[in-house]
């Protein structure tokens, strides 16, 4: 039999660091996914209604942003419940 | 190379001023003359049929006018297929041909003037001289703000993509790798293809900035003995002004016996905002009114002695 107390605890272990780094890491993922929002929104602001750079800047950049306008897209409609994401996202209950 | 703007109001006479320049010039050194007016009247004030191609006029004098429109759709073209490119799967519904909708963008006029003049002044570089007749203030205020104003938007929007990667760098160091099967997300600087196109794009604005502030660019500003022309040429300098362009000379044109009370007073006015800029004076032609001078550029004043 391969099970063994010592191959458990290295496993539970593994697990138990790989966690803490899911942790550790969930608010940065949520930071950079801001500032792709933020990115998205003032290069494309003139959507709705924001003071724009000059247009030229916005079409020459739009054929890389289709991630940013994904996310741009997801973070409007989640915009009414902002709240709970980040109440989430920091370990709120 | 010197590099000359006319500017000035509708109708006072930027773009004759500006061939008249041209051709004093052209006797002692090479010049090209580049009409950049939508509303082109370089070729009638010489006499002769332009194409976008330069042409020859004398051994030291070629012309040029700027197809605005062809540049914009030009320009346009390659972002379509960019696009499209990235897009392709919209061929198999035919949908692809909808992004030509991007043709009427407003600001793409703005912005083909600024290539049209980065591209001759990095292309012409075997004349002494290149003269742009610029269109009325409006949009020639636009074009030469752009340089300044896209620079400051780039140095935004660079600096937030650099935070953006710096935070992937974080969660790659932590969690391993970011990419799926979906999607590849990159946390190097030399991988992002919207920073490398802004890093790019900033290096070309710069180098255009440098040449619209240096010493070798001089703004010359036309005007009559009229109030509109003085209010409009004042607003004209405060924008100058504003954008750091070096104002070098003043030319008042069309002046005649009649007027000269009121060409002194749009002259002292000018004087108080540009106390260091030497001011030419151009008198109306009498063989202009009368329709027998055939060479509208050919005129008596000196307006080369301060551009030399």
């Known amino acids: ?93 | 190379m010197k590099i000359l703007f006319f500017t000035g109001k509708g109708g006072v006479g930027k773009s004759t001023m500006a061939a008249a320049a041209a051709w004093q010039l052209s006797r002692k050194s090479r010049v090209l003359i580049v009409s950049l007016d939508p509303a082109h009247n370089l070729g009638d004030i010489f006499g002769v049929a332009l194409q976008d191609n330069k042409s020859r006029y004398a051994d030291t004098l070629f012309l040029k006018e700027i197809d605005l429109q062809k540049l914009s759709r030009e320009y346009l073209q390659r972002e379509i297929n960019v696009l499209s490119g990235t897009y392709k799967y919209l061929q198999t519904l035919n949908l692809d041909n909808y992004f030509s909708v991007l043709r009427y963008s407003p600001g793409i006029e703005e912005y083909a003037l600024l290539t049209s003049i980065e591209r001759t002044v990095n292309n012409e570089t075997d004349f002494d001289y290149i003269i742009f007749d610029t269109p009325p203030t409006g949009l020639t205020l636009r074009f030469l703000a752009l340089p300044r104003v896209t620079i400051t938007w780039i140095d935004r929007l660079i600096q937030i993509r650099q935070k953006i990667l710096e935070k992937r760098y974080t969660i790659h160091r932590i969690r391993g790798s970011l990419s799926n099967e979906e999607t590849v997300l990159n946390y190097s600087e030399e991988d992002d293809d919207i920073l490398k196109r802004l890093w790019k794009l900033n290096n070309n604005y710069q180098a255009l900035n440098r040449i619209l502030q240096g010493e070798n660019c001089s703004i010359i500003l036309v005007f009559n003995p009229d109030i509109l022309s003085l209010k409009e040429s004042l607003r004209l300098m405060e924008g100058l002004n504003d954008l750091y362009l070096p104002l070098r000379l003043l030319i008042n044109n069309k002046v005649t016996e009649e007027n000269i009370e009121m060409a002194d007073h749009v002259e002292g006015n000018m004087k108080k905002m540009a106390k260091d800029v030497p001011i030419d004076r151009v008198s109306l032609s009498k063989t202009l009114l009368d329709g027998k001078n055939g060479k509208l550029y050919d005129i008596p004043e000196d307006i080369t002695s301060n551009l030399l």
């Not at chain 1, 494309?44 to 000059?54: A, I, K, Y």
């Open chain 1, 1 to 93: 039999m391969n099970f063994s107390v010592f191959s458990f605890f290295r496993r539970f272990l593994s697990r138990f660091h790989e966690s803490h780094r899911e942790d550790a890491v969930a608010l940065t993922i949520v930071e950079a996914e801001e500032l792709e929002n933020i990115f998205a929104l003032l290069l494309l602001g003139s959507f709705v209604g924001l003071p724009s750079p000059p247009t030229f800047l916005a079409v020459e950049l739009l054929p890389f942003m289709e991630r940013e306008l994904k996310i741009l897209n997801r973070r409007a409609a989640d915009a009414g419940d902002m709240l709970a994401e980040m109440c989430g996202t920091i370990g709120v209950d």
